[in-house]
């Protein structure tokens, strides 16, 4: 089973700023440094707003998940398990529990793992490329950089394609190479 | 100090005469294996008759059926030992004394070198927390920033939970008690054989896993500045905790200076040991070699003579293995059996992986 994305906020403006911060909740699952539309709750009182899958048309003003904060293990019964890991990529934001999301603006600095992409782009990833929101997937798409930045979608530029280390997985010795992107936001 | 199991703990509160004496016999037991003095003030025959008294005893008084009269009387032996309320208390003192004998057996053991344990209980779950090994990177800036680009380092957590390993033999009270039989030294069997089993699944873990290394952590032929790299990149990743240099006794008997322009002497450190203690500064430490029965070529051995490992046993050791709960053991009756055969069948759950944030490497092809 793959890892789920997992991001370092490592500068960005919802730091400081809270109104780019949203409590909000999805019928599917959203990994960390997933994109999603968020919409109003519509009801006084409710600060939950409805994340959605991004569609076609609608793929600017997006928000991105930040790494599950309950960091929970769902087994088939539908029953949630805390405490298990320290492995942050073991986790996702479960289907229907709040997360948090924040929105990303231009100039952001974020670290992305791989798997933030979407499977099929991840090996042709390079400096320069762009990594945008695309229609019915959470995970970003990879625009290679001959092509200019894509135009109606949240976009950041690949900055880097570097490597963060994990304790090695049972069997192994040494560490984990685990592939990430620097990238930085050039389009909300 | 190793560890004491909770069955053990309060089979020693209530008699404390036999578990001592057992724990005086493995320790013995364990010493002689290593090729040091033992059985000195006590000799192994006067120390196994006195654990079968004191098992004998404690079977008793356990069961609160008393010994036959006349213990010379085979019949009324054998009568004593069908009555299933003995059996059982029999195979439950005989597994505590399994467990009263394991950890020690384990830690004297050059498993401890490779090795941790973790003992959990029945049905737990081991839980290994691995940290990060590694250092933030640190950036230049100005002064007037409040800070720079967060960084995290992210840890990863490995689990184990116990696997069943049964042994069945062919020991019965019967012999015990009539003086043919020594739960002593069938308690040590067991224990040993398990001590065997744990030291193949561990080494079978690591020299997979070693097998697996690339680049700068395996080097594919000896000399001793390859070998001085290979230690100081281990060093170097393992954040500075000195590493050893690990091998059968054959294998460490190559590990000497490229440059053959050495003498020895008869009686240099070499020479008595096969193999020199220390190398450029880094240990060197003989993996006790063992006989490996399952292979079809007889008289082969288990550990791989021409492969030296480097690992830091101080920063964290390359396998853990997790036990679980106590030992189990029970009898079949003779009379439940068509041919009357009698087993004894000893369970202990436990399991055995790879699981570190440390760096080593290995070395092939030696010279």
């Known amino acids: 089973m793959a890892n789920y994305g997992v991001i370092n906020e490592a500068r960005v403006q919802a730091q400081n700023i809270d109104a780019f911060n949203r409590t909000a909740q999805a019928t599917v699952d959203v990994a960390g440094g997933g994109l999603v539309a968020l919409a109003n709750s519509g009801s006084q009182g409710n600060d939950v707003y409805t994340a959605t899958v991004p569609a076609t048309g609608a793929l600017t003003g997006l928000w991105m998940a930040y790494n599950p904060s309950n960091k929970a293990i769902a087994d088939v019964a539908g029953n949630t398990y805390t405490g298990l890991s320290t492995d942050p990529r073991v986790f996702t934001n479960i289907a229907n529990k709040p997360f948090a999301a924040f929105k990303p603006k231009v100039g952001d600095n974020i670290v992305l793992t791989a798997e933030c992409v979407a499977s099929g782009s991840i090996a042709s990833v390079a400096a320069g490329d762009y990594l945008n929101a695309a229609n019915a997937q959470t995970v970003l798409a990879r625009t290679a950089a001959a092509s200019g930045i894509p135009t109606s979608t949240t976009t950041f530029v690949v900055d880097y394609v570097g490597y963060i280390s994990f304790p090695a997985s049972k069997g192994s010795i040494g560490m984990e190479q685990q592939k990430v992107f620097g990238v930085t936001c050039v389009q909300e | ?367």
């Open chain 2, 1 to 367: 100090m190793a560890f004491v199991f909770n069955n053990v703990k309060q089979f020693s509160q209530e008699n404390n005469k036999l578990h001592d004496a057992m724990v005086e016999y493995a320790r013995n037991y364990n010493e002689q294996r290593r090729g040091l003095k033992a059985f000195e003030a006590t000799s192994k025959e006067r120390m196994e008759s006195a654990i079968n008294a004191g098992f004998i005893n404690e079977v008793a008084k356990r069961s609160r059926y008393d010994l036959p009269t006349d213990m010379s009387d085979k019949t009324s032996v054998m009568r004593y030992c069908n009555n299933p309320t003995v059996q059982f208390f029999a195979n439950e003192i005989a597994a505590i004394m399994i467990d009263m004998i394991l950890p020690q057996t384990l830690m004297t053991s050059s498993i401890s070198y490779i090795t941790e344990f973790e003992f959990k209980d029945l049905g737990d779950t081991a839980k290994f927390d691995l940290k990060n090994n590694q250092y933030y990177t640190v950036s230049k800036a100005d002064y007037r920033k409040r800070n720079t680009n967060m960084q995290k380092l992210y840890g990863r957590t490995v689990t184990l939970t116990g696997v069943n390993h049964m042994i069945t033999i062919g020991q019965n009270l019967f012999d015990i008690l009539i003086g043919f039989g020594s739960i002593a030294d069938d308690v040590m069997k067991a224990t040993v054989s398990m001590e065997r089993q744990m030291l193949f699944e561990s080494y079978d873990a690591f020299t997979t896993a070693m097998g697996n290394l690339s680049g700068n952590l395996a080097v594919t032929n000896y000399s001793s500045k390859s070998l001085m790299k290979l230690c100081q990149t281990v060093e170097a990743y393992n954040q500075g905790r000195k590493p050893v240099i690990l091998g059968t006794a054959v294998a460490l008997n190559g590990v000497l200076p490229t440059n053959a322009n050495y003498r020895y002497l008869f009686d240099d450190s070499y020479v008595k040991n096969g193999y020199l203690q220390t190398l450029n500064g880094y240990d060197v430490v003989p993996l006790s070699q063992v006989a490996d029965p399952t292979n079809p070529t007889p008289y082969s051995l288990k550990l791989d003579d021409t492969k030296i490992y480097v690992a830091s046993p101080a920063s964290d050791k390359i396998v853990k293995t997790a036990i679980f709960g106590g030992t189990f053991s029970s009898t079949n009756d003779a009379h439940d059996m068509a041919n009357k055969n009698q087993f004894q069948t000893i369970e202990k759950s436990w399991e055995t992986a790879v699981i570190t944030n440390s760096v080593a490497g290995i070395v092939t092809n030696l010279g």
